[in-house]
């Protein structure tokens, strides 16, 4: 399977990070990320396929019932994709951030999540 950079994206987003199924996520790891990838988060830094499924299952169980969301389309230029999201409840997303991978040979090397809280309703 030859995945674009806006492939990788959506993929990063809704078939791992939203994806309960260890079986299925881990599947959707080994196509969408290279070996040793490395993820950057706010706090830390997550090196390889297996940490990183580790730590989405870390957040699956922290915050049952929540999903991502993408907020807006994917931008690419050249090997860098970028995606924003909304995480939360369904109905009610609490947090909003984005994605930003170094895509390379059709999967993510590099990716960094930045967060930041959604703003509350005047």
């Given at each position: 399977?030859s995945?674009?950079?806006?492939?990788?994206?959506r993929?990063?987003?809704?078939?791992?990070?939203?994806?309960?199924?260890?079986?299925?996520?881990?599947?959707a790891?080994?196509?969408?990320y290279?070996?040793?990838?490395?993820w950057h988060?706010p706090?830390r830094?997550?090196?390889?396929?297996?940490?990183?499924a580790?730590?989405?299952q870390e957040l699956?169980e922290?915050?049952p019932g929540?999903?991502?969301?993408p907020?807006?389309?994917?931008?690419?230029?050249?090997?860098l994709?970028?995606?924003?999201?909304?995480?939360g409840?369904?109905?009610?997303?609490?947090?909003s951030?984005?994605?930003i991978?170094?895509?390379?040979?059709?999967?993510?090397?590099?990716?960094?999540?930045i967060?930041?809280?959604v703003p509350s309703?005047s």
């Open positions: 399977m995945n674009t950079v806006a492939d990788l994206m993929r990063n987003l809704l078939d791992v990070f939203n994806e309960p199924d260890p079986g299925r996520r881990a599947r790891i080994a196509e969408t290279a070996e040793d990838v490395v988060e706090d830094i997550v090196h390889g396929r297996e940490a990183l580790r730590r989405a699956q922290q915050n929540w999903v991502y969301q907020d807006g389309p994917v931008s690419v230029n050249d090997d994709g970028h995606l924003g999201f909304r995480y409840p369904s109905d009610r997303p609490v947090v951030g984005m994605d991978a170094h895509c390379k040979d059709g999967v993510i090397v590099e990716l960094y999540t967060v930041a809280e309703p």
